[in-house]
C-alpha cells in the first residue's frame, strides 16, 4: 500500500468538540398527592396535568375522547414555557441556558435574554425550604417505580455500584412513611433517589427532547440540592459519592462536559477523604466482606470515570493514587452471575482495562505527547491490550453481529455490559494505531479495523437497544470520533485502493454513522452540527 504524507490524525481525534454548558433547572413537577394515592396517567412529564386528557369524557365516544385528548395535548405543548433564552427559542436553536448570556448568543455576540418565569425556575431552590422542599416535588410513587426500573434496566448493567438489595429495602422503607415522616429520611438517600430518577428520565419516551431535559435536569437539580442539605462536601458517605458519580454521568449525557469534569474533581477528592483507595482490609479490617467489597465497588466506579473521561477531553486523570487490588474483587453471593459473566467479572474487566489504559494513553495525550515513540513500542503496547482482551471471561470477548444479537436474546445485561466493555478496547486500540509523528507514521490498516470494530459496536448498542446508545456520551463521542478518523483515511487512500475492501467498509460505516445522524439531527443541534462535518467527506 502506498504511503501517503503524515494525515495527523491523533489531531483529529484530539480536536473533536466535546458541547459543554452550565447546567440548568427544569420546571418543578407537581409533588406527588400522597393523601389520595392516585397515579398519574403521565408518569414521566411530572410538570403536565394531564390525566384529564388520558381518558375519553363520561357520555363520549372513544374517538371523540381521543380528538379532545389530542387537543389537550396540542394546546399545553403551545402554552408550555421555554427555559431556553428569548433568542434560542425564536431561532429554535438549542440552548444551554447559561447566565448572564448562553453559550449560542456569546457566538451570534447577541443579547441574551429570559422571561420572568425561566428566571424564577433557574432559581427555584429556597434557603429556608431545607430537605422537605425537595422531597415535596418527588413524583408519584407509582411514577418514581418506573423510573428507577428504567434505571436499573439501562445504567447500572454498565455501572454497577449500587447494593441492589440494600438500596431497595431503603427505598421502600422510605415510600412507607407518611409525607411527614419522610422530611426526617436521610438526606443523600434522597439524593440518590433524585439522581436515579433523572438518569431514568434519560432513558424513557417523552413527546418531546425539551420535555425530557427539562424534567431530567429538575430532577438532577433536587439531587445537588439534597446532597447540600447533607453537608456532603463537609462529610463525605458512601451513599453521596455514589450519588456524585451519577450526576458525573448525567451531566456528560447532557451535553455539559466541562461542568461534569469540574464536578468530578470535587467527587474524587471526596472518594479520597474517605478512604476508598486504600485497601478496605486495612482502613476498615473488622467491615463485614459485603461492605468491603461495597467500598472496592464504588471506588473503581470513581476510577473508571475519571480514566475513561480522561480519554475523551484529554486532561490529566486524578484517580492515580490507590493499594486496592483487582483480585480482591471476587464473587460474594453475585445475583447478577448469568451465562458465564456477571458484574463483578464486568468490574474486574473494566477495571484492568482503565489501569493500562490510564498510563499509556491518557497521560500522554493530556501533555500533547505521542502514545508511543517508534513501531516497535507500538507493536509491545498493541500486544499488551491484546493480552489483557484475551484474558477476559468468555461472554465479553463474543464479539460478532450474531453472538451479540444471540447473547441480547438471552441477557441484556449481559449484551449491555459486552458491547461498553468492546467500544472502550477497540477506541483505545484506534488511538494507538492512530498515533503518528515525525518517527513513526499510522498504521492505516490496524486503525480502520480497530475504528470499524469500535464504532460497530455503537452501530450494534443502538440497534437492540432502541437508541439508548444515543444518551450516552461516552458512546456517543467515541463513535463520532471514531467516524472521523476513518473519514479521514478514507479521503486519503491511495488511488488504487478504491475497491479494497476495508476502505469499502470503511465508507460504508460513514455513510450509516452518517444516517443515524440524520434521523436525530432535527431536535438535536449537535447531531445536525456532527452530520454536516461527517458529510463533508463523502
Known sequence: MAQEAPLHLHNVANSLPVHAGPQAAAPAPAPADDSTGKPSE???????NASNASNPTDG????????QSDAGKNARRRNKPSLSCQACTNKKTKCDRGRPRCLACLKRRSECHYSELADLIDNYWTHQGGLPEVIGVLPSRE??????????DAVDPVYPMLQRDTFEHDYNQFWSHGPVERTN????LVALIFVMLAMGTQFVDLPSLEEKEQTAEFYVSASHQALRMFSYLARPSMRSIQTMVLITYFLMNDNHASDAWAFAGILQRQAYALGLNRDPSIVTPNAHPLEMQQR????????IQDTFLSVIIKL???VTHTDVRIEDLVEIDDSSFEHGGS???????????????????CTPRSLDHAICQNAAERARLVAHFQKIYKSLPLPFRTFNETAICELARRSRRLARQTLFLTSNYFHCLMLINADEHESMACDIKATLEAAHEAVNSFFLFHTIFDGEAGVWFHFQHRAFSEAMIIAELVKNKPP???MDPLYMVAKTDILKMVGMLQVSSEQDVVARTRMGVLSNYL
Not at 411514577?143 to 434505571?151: E, S
Not at 429520611?185 to 443523600?188: G, K, Q, R
Not at 458484574?343 to 494513553?361: E, H, Y
Request: no cysteine.
Open 316 to 318: 490529566p486523570p486524578t
Open 42 to 48: 403521565e408518569p414521566f412529564s411530572p410538570a403536565s
Open 496 to 498: 488504487e485502493s478504491n
Open 343 to 361: 458484574d463483578t467479572s464486568f468490574i474486574r474487566s473494566m477495571w484492568n482495562l482503565a489501569g493500562i489504559v490510564q498510563g499509556t494513553i
Open 143 to 152: 411514577q418514581a417505580d418506573i423510573l428507577v426500573a428504567k434505571y436499573f
Open 296 to 303: 472496592r465497588k464504588v471506588w473503581q466506579a470513581v476510577y
Open 60 to 67: 363520549q365516544s372513544p374517538q371523540a375522547g381521543q380528538q
Open 185 to 188: 429520611a436521610d438526606a443523600s
